[in-house]
């Protein structure tokens, strides 16, 4: 059974640091996406990064330069390093994964994933 379990997040004020962090199990091939999605309330869900564990990976514009990601060797967690928060940036966020099927990129389109977690909340204040 695939499980994505969240921690991290928080309260900070702009301009400050947080970092979330995102543990699957359950997964029994080595090849996923996983993503960091986040949704402020009366919004979409967005993608905010999506990696691949064979390589690759996409960022949303509005947090290129401010957001940097990691993996471990094993590609089952997925660190999120939020600096230079704004405001903006609050929303409940999101760990998502899915099985990457040979020559396929990674989505970043909510529909796409079936496995998430529980979410976790970063609340920015200015």
């Known amino acids: 059974q695939v499980q994505l379990v969240e921690s991290g997040g928080g309260s900070v004020q702009a301009g400050g640091s947080l970092r979330v962090s995102c543990a699957a199990s359950?997964?029994?091939?080595?090849?996923?996406?996983m993503a960091w999605f986040r949704q402020a309330p009366g919004k979409e869900r967005e993608a905010v990064v999506v990696?691949?564990?064979?390589?690759?990976?996409y960022s949303a514009d509005s947090v290129k330069g401010r957001f940097t990601i990691s993996q471990d060797n094993a590609g089952n967690i997925l660190n999120l390093q939020m600096n230079s928060l704004k405001p903006e940036d609050t929303a409940m966020y999101y760990c998502?994964?899915?099985?990457?099927?040979?020559?396929?990129?990674?989505?970043?389109?909510?529909?796409?994933?079936?496995?998430w977690g529980q979410g976790t909340q970063v609340t920015v204040s200015s």
């Open positions: 998502a994964a899915r099985p990457q099927p040979p020559l396929t990129m990674c989505s970043a389109r909510a529909s796409d994933y079936k496995n």
């Open positions: 359950g997964y029994t091939d080595s090849r996923r996406c």
């Open positions: 990696v691949s564990t064979s390589g690759g990976a």
